[in-house]
């Protein structure tokens, strides 16, 4: 995956999750390197002019997501695990919105590791990268009923497989996400929306040191390929342009280097296909931060490939204060790790119009996995 291109993990500093869940980690968030301030946030859809009181548990959670507000709601979840009702055909099940994702959760969790090394594999890699060309198509600028988003038009909509941005899934994800979707659609109404979502979710939570990014289900499909033009080439230099185009999606700078770091655990196929296979970091398969240090190094190891829009990113200015707390020894895995979060769950729900509709099934993914 390593995303080819900008593609697309933590805990709450405010909650007793990290000391609880990584021993041995309370000395370190007392030493977490100060971040930049943020940009002003835009909230999405139905949560710009509900109140809260008219918020679902759903719909709140998200809107403290978005808002940044990790003093109520970490954008991760790393203890909560649900427990289906009844065996997958039986009414309990049925009446429970999150029973059938857990069967599906399971399945993928178990498809996305190499069982001899229990690292992230190519389908893994391909999921995250997936679910960030789906959601990434949607566009501020473009306005309502403009198109593009998280509505898995990317599986439904067979053009947007034969665009050069979305090379390579083809023979990998995408079959494998259509066998899935005709085995759990019909019989149990798993849109392809959020199937394409909770693999992305479940694939960085099944990554070792992955993120438990929170999950939730209800989207709409789509079978209208979303706009062309939306999607950064990973061969772009032009930081400034990057920067303005995720700026579109309402993903501000810090937000953006975050997701960049989904790179973590990928491969590149065609940016040169001389050295297809080669990974963007010297760890492939682990979700760790190693991926920023070697890519704004000025002698990275031998066998890495780096993106040029990675490269020009870790050393724009706007971009470098991030770029440099994720990369801290100290503590920047755990900083990332939720800066992560919260941008994937904003990326899963653009282009979403009923966000308060929506469940939050994190439950079902994989625990942490060290």
Known sequence: MKLNTLCLLTLALSSLEPTSAYPGLAQALTNLPTLPK???VTLLADLQTLPDTALSPAGLTIKNILLHNRAATSPQDLTTVYTPPGPLDSAACRASTCCVW?????TMAAAFLNPSTSHCNSLARQ???LGFHDAGTWSQSGGSGGGGGADGSIILAPAELERTENRGFVDGIAPQMRAWYDSWHD?????????VQMGATVASAACPLGPRVRAFVGRNDSAVAAPEGRLPPPESRDAEALVALFADKTIGVRELVALVGAHTASRQRFVDEVL???PQDSTPGVWDAVFYNETASEDPPLGVFRLPSDQALSRYPATQESWKVFADSVG????WNDDYAAAYVRLSVL???HINDLTECTGVLPLHSA
Request: neutral net charge.
């Open 38 to 40: 943020r940009q002003t």
């Open 102 to 106: 857990k069967h599906v959760a399971d």
């Open 127 to 129: 999921a995250v990268r």
């Open 187 to 195: 019989a149990y109404g798993v849109g392809m929306a959020d199937l």
């Open 276 to 278: 297809s296979g080669l």
């Open 332 to 335: 920047g895995q755990t900083v």
């Open 351 to 353: 282009g979403v119009e």
